[in-house]
């Protein structure tokens, strides 16, 4: 297993006390751009989670609108890390507004509005574009429907979309292709900000959700509120050839980094 960039050491203690029979690879974020990845990212670390096919990472912080190329998107585009999947659930003895949440959200994670494709039209006016395509669409939909079937959740796969004002993005709603493949998979298509609403009103309505790359990162953090918080959720990427990229879902906290101050371990298999 790759140990991708510097993490907390407890980590490592945790696994060495369960006496699991792993060897860490250690790759650190670089203090120079390499101008091989135009991030902070080492060609290095990306090579290695190649390799080993096995990664685990540890929050990363790119400033925000300055610097360099964002770090996590650096990671997703270069190892084509394609599918982000986050299960949510409720934690026996930890209380929250809702009980029984079991539900798992699968984000594109190549294209949509994080393709990195923007330019300033005229001076005031910027234009960021928003990829869709296919091929991408029809990947993340094989993935959740063989994720839902392989775990047994066979109650319901939804898909979030916005066609009601973006008709041209047809492509993402592409779903019922797959969907015929899993007769045995209730499938329906639901408008996302409805089911913003529905989410926070009773989620045990839901059971798998898929969507496109920003209705994904938005979903899966409400979902995670829904839990507790971020620092609740696990989160595994994955890739083509069989990379397994997991990672914390929260931020890099630097205000209490190194004080020891709380530990959660999520065990997660995906």
Known sequence: MVLAL????????IFKTAELPIEWEEHCVGKEIDPRTNS??????LESVRRNKVGLKGPMATPIGKGPRFLNLTLRTELN???NVRPCYSLPGYK?????????????????????????????VVESLKIITRQA??????????????????????QFTKLTSCKRLMVFSLSWEVAEKYPEIKYEEVVIDNCCMMLVKNPALFDVLVMPNLYGDIISDLCAGLIGGLGLTPSCNIGEGGIAL????????????????YVFVWVMVI
């Open 40 to 45: 902070f990212l080492t060609w290095e670390s």
């Open 81 to 83: 890390l394609y599918a």
């Open 96 to 124: 929250t507004r809702y009980d029984d949440v079991n539900l798992i959200t699968i984000r594109e994670n190549t294209e949509g509005e994080y393709s990195g494709l923007e330019h300033q039209v005229v001076r005031g």
């Open 246 to 261: 997991a990672e914390a879902v929260h931020g890099s906290s630097p205000d209490i980094a190194g004080k020891d101050t």
């Open 6 to 13: 510097k993490f907390a050491e407890s980590v490592k203690q």
């Open 137 to 158: 669409s029809l990947r993340v939909a094989e993935y959740t429907f063989h994720y839902a079937k392989a775990h047994g959740r066979e109650r319901e796969c939804l």
